[in-house]
């Protein structure tokens, strides 16, 4: 279900919001290039970045906020999390209940869409609290092949620290168009599509970073490739 509020108290927490997360995180965004910026900005994408913590759509929608973008949130996240229940019903969203699949968050997504808007979510599926970056599972390919547009994959450092230490940086990659084949997607193709995707997003924290982590091997604990 798509959940937004209109009223004047909704504007109102979205500039606080934007106030805050400013002031406490100071968000960096960068391009890759003037396609990246043109596809996040000026036309309908499905937008797609690594998930360290359970409120990152929540800032990453507050950078975004010249652009009509709705974030894909799980439903158990909100029901677990008061603070993210107090924020969420502020911004465009669609709810997914993870405990009982179903294909309406696609529908309302190509809605979306195709009114104009654009769709953010983290293919992960969870959390990564090492700053991993886990493989990427492949529902937003169905959802960029049907409704022709591109992927805008966006990595960010998941740095969540009051200031003046460490700020929170995110870095937009190419736009990647993924056609779908002559005898139509297959879960074959589409989880080549998601890897492509991740590998692209692995690209981009190597520039920001300077690396990519890596899960660690047995008896390691800590394993950084370079």
């Known amino acids: 279900m798509v959940k937004e509020h209109t009223s004047v108290k909704t504007t109102i927490v979205q500039c606080f919001l934007r106030g805050l997360v400013r002031i406490i995180f100071r968000p960096k965004m960068d391009f890759t290039s003037d396609a990246a910026k043109n596809a996040l900005l000026s036309e309908p994408c499905v937008i797609v970045s690594n998930h360290v913590r359970g409120f990152d ?22 029901d677990k999390y008061s603070a993210l229940r107090r924020i969420f019903p502020y911004l465009p969203c669609i709810t997914i209940d993870r405990e009982h699949p179903s294909l309406a968050w696609l529908r309302e997504s190509r809605a979306i869409i195709k009114a104009g808007g654009s769709i953010y979510l983290c293919p992960e599926g969870k959390c990564s609290f090492d700053h991993v970056v886990r493989a990427y599972k492949p529902g937003f390919v169905t959802l960029a092949a049907m409704t022709q547009v591109p992927v805008v994959p966006v990595y960010h450092n998941g740095e969540y620290h009051p200031f003046p230490l460490k700020r929170f940086r995110m870095l937009v990659g190419d736009p990647v168009y993924l056609e779908p084949p002559p005898l139509g997607l297959n879960a074959d193709v589409m989880a080549e599509e998601a890897d492509q995707v991740h590998s692209i997003t692995q690209q981009l924290e190597a520039q920001l970073n300077g690396c990519i982590r890596a899960l660690p091997r047995q008896g390691d604990e800590n394993e950084i490739s370079h």
Request: aromatic share 0%.
């Open 57 to 78: 759509g929540a800032v990453i929608l507050t950078l975004l906020r010249k652009k009509p973008i709705t974030a894909l949130v799980a439903q158990d996240m909100l």
